[in-house]
């Protein structure tokens, strides 16, 4: 798996074979969209990840917002991805360090929906915003950090749940991450986004 584009999981076209039904008659608003991860404070879904060179894997994903987010990676992947405390790391068991690689969250484009208060209206945040079937297409980036690259981000109404969100790096590479059903949960264990705490289990 390409570690850099961990965060591109679950593509545009893989979810058409899942969401059937008319069309809408327009796309769900912005209002309603922020509306929606404003209210989603802890949520976990199975999730199948297509990497911009084809590979695909799958796991656990676990979100509570804001700024916490881990991937667990089924066999054979030996991969564990966490955000949190402003951070992400990315685990590599296969590695020879036991530390991970490490970088901002700000520097990714799934910050911009695990941020405390979601507005997608603000201005430049929005760059695509249409209908597609049964599907509505919202196209956001950072306007201060164009560079970060984009978050193509799939969803369905009534109600509103996020099926799949396509990540673009600013060199153009794509991570598609297809979502199973994003159930709302409990509070989970903050040792679960705890970066420092896993790198001392791990003896680094």
Do not use: C
Not at 60 to 70: D, S
């Amino acid at each position: 798996m390409n570690r850099r584009h961990f965060l591109a999981t679950a593509g545009a076209a893989a979810i058409a074979a899942v969401i059937g039904g008319p069309a809408a008659a327009a796309p769900l608003s912005l209002s309603e969209i922020s509306s929606y991860f404003n209210g989603l404070q802890t949520a976990q879904s199975d999730f199948t990840q297509i990497n911009n060179d084809g590979t695909i894997a799958t796991g656990t994903l676990v979100i509570q917002r804001p700024g916490r987010m881990r991937f667990d990676y089924n066999p054979p992947e030996e991969t564990l991805v966490m955000a949190g405390g402003g951070q992400v790391a990315i685990f590599d068991a296969r590695s020879n360090s036991k530390r991970p690689e490490q970088y901002p969250l700000s520097q990714t484009p799934l910050n911009l929906i695990l941020e405390r208060n979601v507005d997608l209206g603000r201005r430049g945040m929005v760059v695509g915003h249409r209908q597609d079937g049964a599907k509505t297409i919202v196209v956001a980036q950072d306007p201060e950090r164009p560079e970060n690259g984009k978050i193509d981000l799939v969803f369905t109404g009534n109600p509103v749940q996020l099926r799949q969100w396509v990540v673009t790096d600013g060199s153009g590479s794509q991570t598609t991450v297809i979502l199973g059903d994003l159930r709302r949960t409990g509070t989970p264990p903050s040792r679960l986004f705890n970066i420092t705490g896993e790198i001392q289990r791990r003896g680094g």
